[in-house]
């Protein structure tokens, strides 16, 4: 989720443990340890693939969240003496506070690798948006009106603080439960199709979880459409998009392209993109790259020689067609020869404007 959702669940929690001790000490260092996971946005891991797919790893897991707890509590606690909380009171809200980030994250489609160092696999429920404000609007409300009211009504804003975290939780369970039903819907809607059997994704569109993405994968291609709790049709309308996967067949072993597809759970698509497009230069950290804050270069000057055809691979899960968060240049294709090449960022490609309006608009009529 966003840094702001982040610090709200963090300082909500963090009051639900010692606001009546700590009162706002206690919602400012919940905020702090709610955000501390998401540091390693900061860190450059070599290459834009390894900075993609290692984030949300080690900082992310429970383990060594868990681990990492008693020592920042024990500082936390040694800052605030004067408090009259005792360690274990500090050690509960750290503890909390940390391992609730990665949790959360876990309901976005990114994928958080929760349960190293057992394993690695990138838990992505994708029921919530990486932004939605019915998540997080409660959470700063129930905070606001605890640190309000702590010293007026002590118990009152406990239950403010309470509340805020029961709505956004429930929220999530809404969440899962809408994803689940527009699940269903997909199924019937393929299951008499070549369709069948393929795989499926469903998640939701910008700041809401009425309105659902919906992408099935074929061999040669992906299936895009859109469904809203409100359609009366009992089917997605789907678009096929090509996807031109056997550029990469000479590459199964190439470190990047496995990685990305294992990452992706295999919503990839690829394309060749022309020599002109602009790729990133060099490695930049997650947040460089979310933000942009990296220079760019033409994808001919990332591939040795003139002519040469950059391969791009797109995590077709964040974003929509045309416009994708993540692309990789991972290859070149010289006549009929396709080649691995260090692989470079395609910047993040987002939708214009008139977007939004079209999300609302199609909320509420199927035919927008």
């Known amino acids: 989720m966003d840094s702001l959702t982040q610090i709200a669940l963090g300082a909500a929690v963090g009051t639900a443990v010692l606001g009546r001790k700590a009162g706002?000490?206690?919602a400012l260092w919940g905020a702090v340890c709610g955000t501390l996971p998401d540091l390693d946005v900061l860190m450059p891991y070599g290459d834009p693939v390894r900075d993609f797919t290692f984030h949300r790893a080690e900082s992310h897991s429970l383990f060594w969240l868990t681990v990492a707890s008693p020592l920042l509590a024990w500082v936390v606690a040694r800052l605030n003496r004067k408090v009259g909380a005792s360690f274990r009171e500090w050690w509960l809200l750290v503890w909390l506070a940390l391992v609730t980030h990665p949790l959360l994250d876990a309901f976005t489609i990114y994928g958080t690798q929760l349960l190293l160092p057992f394993s690695d696999y990138p838990v992505g429920v994708g029921s919530v948006f990486i932004i939605d404000p019915l998540y997080t609007v409660p959470l700063i409300v129930g905070v606001i009106a605890a640190l309000w009211l702590r010293r007026r009504d002590p118990a009152r804003a406990m239950r403010w603080n309470a509340t805020g975290l029961a709505l956004s939780t429930l929220y999530l369970g809404w969440g899962v439960a809408a994803q689940s039903h527009v699940e269903g819907v997909?199924?019937?809607?393929?299951?008499?199709t070549p369709l069948a059997d393929a795989r499926a994704l469903v998640t939701p569109t910008p700041f809401n979880t009425l309105l659902w993405r919906v992408v099935v994968m074929d061999d040669g291609g992906y299936h895009e459409g859109y469904y809203s709790l409100f359609d009366e049709s009992p089917q997605v309308r789907l678009t096929r998009h090509a996807s031109d996967t056997q550029l990469l067949a000479p590459l199964r072993d190439d470190w990047a392209v496995r990685r990305l597809a294992w990452f992706s759970k295999g919503f990839y698509g690829v394309s060749e993109a022309p020599a002109d497009a602009r790729v990133a230069e060099g490695s930049?950290?997650?947040?460089?790259?979310l933000l942009g804050l990296v220079k760019t270069a033409?994808?001919?000057?990332a591939v040795p020689d003139a002519g040469d055809v950059p391969v791009v691979m797109t995590d077709l899960r964040m974003g929509q067609t045309p416009w994708f968060v993540f692309s990789f240049v991972v290859a070149e294709r010289s006549g009929d020869r396709v080649s691995t090449?260090?692989?470079r960022q395609v910047p993040s490609e987002r939708p214009p404007a008139t977007v939004l309006p079209w999300l609302w608009a199609r909320i509420w009529d199927e035919r927008a």
């Open 341 to 343: 090449v260090p692989s």
């Open 298 to 301: 033409t994808a001919a000057e």
């Open 186 to 192: 997909v199924h019937r809607t393929i299951a008499a």
């Open 24 to 26: 706002a000490r206690a």
């Open 284 to 289: 930049a950290s997650t947040l460089g790259q």
